[in-house]
């Protein structure tokens, strides 16, 4: 009996079905389209975490990612987590949830009034481009001996950079420190001459039903022209 070949799924959010009020099905997702469509050759294991940065991702490196042998792909979906501009910064945002109710209210009221203010002003990425470049390689050489496939960052649409000055910027910030990461397994072509607005869900983040298939065509696209070679 042959022996399957292995893959790994690192993803956030995105690669998770969501409830109402805008329902993505399970059947629906990239990841289960992706392992329904290929179980009979391919043995799949996964990590998904929602609100997933690759920080948190190297932290699982000890406790569980090194538990993982022989892996022949690894497929990797983690940054929009890492460089969203936000208005408080992740120290910050720790002390204030340590605060009474009454005062964190306060507090996100004041902030997300004048919420350009912070962002334009201050960096407050969970993040930080040189962190996010560390955590990659340190990624690439817990799986010296895997291929990796790795989805971009998806682009901003125009309601979520409307929402978010920087926004923009910073996922091709963060895409561009991936695509020269991996020089091979980079699959730039996901985002191409698409209709962003379709995309994605009302957030704006999140993979619409058209995102998700797009994610599986590409996806699915590389394995296929892999068994045919």
């Not at 190297?58 to 460089?83: M, P």
């Not at 945002?93 to 964190?104: C, D, E, G, S």
């Not at 010296?144 to 682009?155: A, H, Q, Y």
């Amino acid at each position: 009996m042959n022996k399957k070949t292995k893959v790994l799924i690192l993803t956030d959010s995105l690669g998770l079905p969501r409830c109402a009020p805008e329902e993505t099905e399970d059947n629906d997702v990239w990841v289960y389209k992706l392992t329904d469509a290929l179980s009979s050759s391919y043995s799949f294991r996964m990590l998904r975490q929602r609100s997933l940065d690759s920080s948190r991702l190297i932290e699982n490196i000890d406790s569980s990612l090194k538990a993982y042998k022989d892996v022949d792909f690894v497929i990797l979906q983690v940054g929009i987590v890492d460089c969203y501009p936000r208005t408080i910064s992740k120290e910050n945002l720790r002390w204030i949830n340590k605060t009474p109710k009454w005062v964190q209210n306060f507090i996100y009221k004041k902030v997300k009034s004048n919420a350009n203010y912070y962002i334009e002003r201050h960096d407050n990425r969970f993040v930080k481009p040189d962190e996010y470049l560390r955590n990659i390689e340190k990624l690439k050489s817990t799986f010296p001996d895997s291929k990796f496939l790795v989805i971009p960052i998806g682009p901003a649409c125009e309601s979520y950079a409307k929402s978010n000055s920087k926004i923009k910027s910073s996922i091709e910030e963060y895409n561009l420190i991936l695509e020269k990461s991996f020089q091979t397994g980079y699959l730039s072509n996901i985002f191409e001459d698409v209709e962003l607005t379709d995309m994605y869900i009302s957030d704006g983040h999140h993979l619409s039903e058209q995102g998700h298939n797009r994610v599986f065509n590409s996806l699915h696209q590389h394995f296929k022209n892999l068994n045919q070679v």
